[in-house]
T-cell receptor, first 117, second 115 residues
Framework: AQSVSQHNHHVILSEAASLELGCNYS??????LFWYVQYPGQHLQLLLK??????LVKGIKGFEAEFIKSKFSFNLRKPSVQWSDTAEYFC???????????????FGKGTKLSVKP | NAGVTQTPKFQVLKTGQSMTLQCAQDMNHEYMSWYRQDPGMGLRLIHY???????DQGEVPNGYNVSRSTTEDFPLRLLSAAPSQTSVYFCASSYTSGVAYNEQFFGPGTRLTVL
């Protein structure tokens, strides 16, 4: 079965620190890649997505992610975090041309980010 | 467009009770799915549908039923609720499945507690 790994369960940073959250997936074929954010008590919001083209994608709120195909990775970055970035972040992969359920997203277990003011 | 809507927002059930979580989308999306979110587990796929009349099981289907009689609606039924089904449930939809440039849209979720 395909899987998505998020390396950090909980990350604690001070405001203005830089952020990098790791995401690796196990599928060797073509993929759509996503990062979602979930603020406390709220539903999932799409931060950014990668379908094809430039492997460095920019999303909302100053976030970006880099797709490195050779490493099966899609790491999320932000140069300077704010207290308002405190949330849980989920990496998700949609493997294409894989079995009958090609639309299905496979989620990582999430990384909780706590930003200290 | 309202997007993906879910009702109810919160629900408390007793063990053994049955109920239906509602999900609707007004974007004419072919693909719809149900996930459950548990602490430390991420989101796991329960059931999905690639079109009206077509459903299939995801990763954690036991204890749940679905049907898709219309494009717009994809209800999730708990047949006999168990405490292990305490979770937050998310419905999602997308235009189609298995192609590039395909993004899923999520509903606001239903928080279910089974006592």
């Amino acid at each position: 079965a395909q899987s998505v790994s998020q390396h950090n369960h909980h990350v604690i940073l001070s405001e203005a620190a830089s952020l990098e959250l790791g995401c690796n997936y196990s599928y060797g074929g073509t993929v759509n890649l996503f990062w979602y954010v979930q603020y406390p008590g709220q539903h999932l919001q799409l931060l950014l997505k990668y379908f094809s083209g430039d492997p460095l994608v920019k999303g909302i709120k100053g976030f970006e992610a880099e797709f490195i195909k050779s490493k099966f990775s899609f790491n999320l970055r932000k140069p300077s975090v704010q207290w308002s970035d405190t949330a849980e972040y989920f990496c998700a992969v949609n493997p294409l041309n894989y079995g009958g359920s090609q639309g299905n997203l496979i989620f990582g277990k999430g990384t909780k980010l706590s930003v200290k003011p | 467009n309202a997007g993906v809507t879910q009702t109810p927002k919160f629900q408390v059930l007793k063990t053994g009770q049955s109920m239906t979580l509602q999900c609707a989308q007004d974007m004419n999306h072919e693909y719809m799915s149900w996930y459950r979110q548990d602490p430390g587990m991420g989101l796991r796929l329960i059931h999905y549908s690639v079109g009206a009349g077509i459903t299939d099981q995801g990763e954690v289907p036991n204890g749940y039923n679905v049907s898709r009689s219309t494009t717009e609606d994809f209800p999730l039924r708990l047949l006999s609720a168990a405490p292990s089904q305490t979770s937050v449930y998310f419905c999602a939809s997308s235009y189609t499945s298995g192609v590039a440039y395909n993004e899923q849209f999520f509903g606001p979720g239903t928080r279910l507690t089974v006592l």
